[in-house]
């Protein structure tokens, strides 16, 4: 998952845009498949434009020209939105030859372009293999502050008016902008857990003894994603250190900034060492070392695992194989105490230009095409993921489990953490210390030394 902004709780009351929506996947999707690459022509008798300076798509005073070509990752929220507005904005925009380069494995397969200075023009953040972060430090990525600020979209609206949560600062300037919002949090089978009579989690203390409970049963109370363990990190570990912080959540943008003083603050020693409880007591599924995403998610879906920590994408990624009657629960955080806030650790997906694209004009008016009204209801119905666009929930047709996520995220009392981006081998080396936490071959202590020794390295 890839990971940045203010508050999102006011904008957070559209978190779930349009939505007809069950959650999607995004930053985990490594497996297999080829990239798709296709050229896409208009099929209409329209003439209509959307460029980077106006604002509908229907003035023609500037036509777009020449080639843009689109990278985007296909995880779980699949590839039906981005063959869709493409098309869209193919047949605005009929002069245009676009280039859509898409896949599970498209990061790593454009990684030599990048590097070689011939990248897209336009790019979706997401997957495994790009960090917005990286990319701005290593000059990837165009400078949008200064369009941004008055940037409309084809309604004629302010994007940044728009946006549920803003773009996210790097050094006080904006490179990406988040199209996608979604939580980290736990989910449970509310139908196996009216059935056994278990209590659902409200905070730290009911999800021990629930799961104590679950554990007599025979079943693992919690199982989490072993291979990828920045599940767990965005879930647990992240919340537990705000809740312990005072619900102060610029400890972790002081972690993304590499402040050493940050990772040593008593706060993280007492969010690891919830997760060193929870080892202890022998909640976590032995599975759980290396265990991938789509095997995690299946163990909970079969029952074998009652606590899963993941993204609001979950139920969507795995919608094929979700069992009749499955309803699923959801809370943003665990790990506050009794009577604690709920904290929520939000995360987007977000898109970019290129510093180096060939035609960012395209790359512009196609940000002021997607980032409409019409294309925020669009996206919900098709990736099946609550957009970044304002937008009510009251009229949708959301499952129960996106309705748990809008009352924890509209609620004033919810901590919500804005999206934050760490530094690639400072948020490899915290996933791969609580990897080593969970089974036993490090202290809290020695979680600490981990990371701040790669915080030191980076910080050179």
Not at 115 to 138: C, H, K, S, T, W
Request: glycine share 6%.
């Amino acid at each position: 998952m890839t990971m940045n902004k203010k508050m999102a709780a006011i904008g957070l009351a559209g978190i779930l845009a349009a939505v007809s929506l069950t959650g999607c996947g995004s930053k985990n999707n490594n497996e297999a498949a080829s990239t798709t690459t296709e050229n896409t022509t208009a099929n209409t008798s329209e003439n209509t434009t959307a460029t980077n300076t106006t604002n509908t798509s229907t003035d023609t005073t500037a036509k777009l020209t020449g080639d843009f070509e689109i990278q985007y990752f296909v995880g779980g929220y699949g590839d039906k939105w981005w063959k869709q507005v493409i098309s869209d904005f193919q047949a605005a925009n009929p002069d245009l030859k676009i280039k859509q380069s898409g896949g599970p494995q498209i990061n790593e397969q454009m990684k030599p372009r990048w590097i070689g200075g011939n990248p897209p023009d336009f790019v979706y953040i997401d997957g495994a293999g790009l960090n917005d972060r990286q990319m701005v430090e290593d000059g990837q990525l165009e400078d949008l502050t200064d369009w941004l600020k008055d940037a409309k979209n084809i309604d004629g609206d302010l994007i940044t008016d728009i946006l549920a949560q803003p773009a996210q600062q790097f050094d006080g300037k904006v490179y990406n902008i988040p199209l996608v919002l979604n939580s980290w949090g736990v989910f449970w089978n509310k139908a196996l857990f009216k059935e056994k009579g278990w209590t659902e989690p409200t905070d730290f203390q009911s999800f021990l003894d629930t799961s104590d409970k679950i554990k007599a049963a025979g079943i693992n109370p919690f199982i989490h994603t072993g291979k990828y363990p920045y599940y767990i990190n965005g879930s647990i570990l992240y919340p537990a250190i705000v809740s312990a912080n005072n619900n102060d959540f610029t400890i972790l943008q002081d972690m993304a900034a590499n402040k050493v003083e940050a990772f040593e603050s008593p706060a993280v020693l007492t969010a690891l060492n919830k997760i060193v409880e929870l080892r202890d007591k022998g909640f976590i599924d032995p599975a759980s070392i290396q265990i991938n995403h789509t095997d995690s998610q299946m163990l909970f879906l079969q029952n074998k695992d009652a606590f899963i920590p993941n993204g609001l994408w979950l139920p969507n990624e795995m919608s094929k194989d979700i069992p009749d009657g499955f309803d699923f629960g959801f809370i943003p955080s665990v790990t506050q105490d009794a009577g604690g806030k709920v904290v929520a650790n939000t995360s987007t997906s977000t898109v970019a230009i290129a510093k180096d694209a060939k035609n960012k004009d395209a790359a512009k008016a196609f940000l002021q095409f997607i980032f409409s009204k019409a294309q925020a209801s669009q996206w919900a119905e098709l990736s099946g993921a609550p957009s970044n666009i304002k937008g009510d929930i009251s009229a949708s047709n959301a499952p129960n489990f996106v309705k748990d996520a809008a009352k924890y995220l509209t609620d004033p009392n919810t901590v919500v953490i804005p999206t934050i981006t760490y530094n690639a081998d400072v948020d490899k080396a915290m996933m791969d210390a609580t990897d080593a936490l969970t089974i036993s071959k490090i202290t809290p202590e020695e979680w600490v030394k981990r990371v701040t020794d790669a915080v030191k390295k980076v910080s050179k």
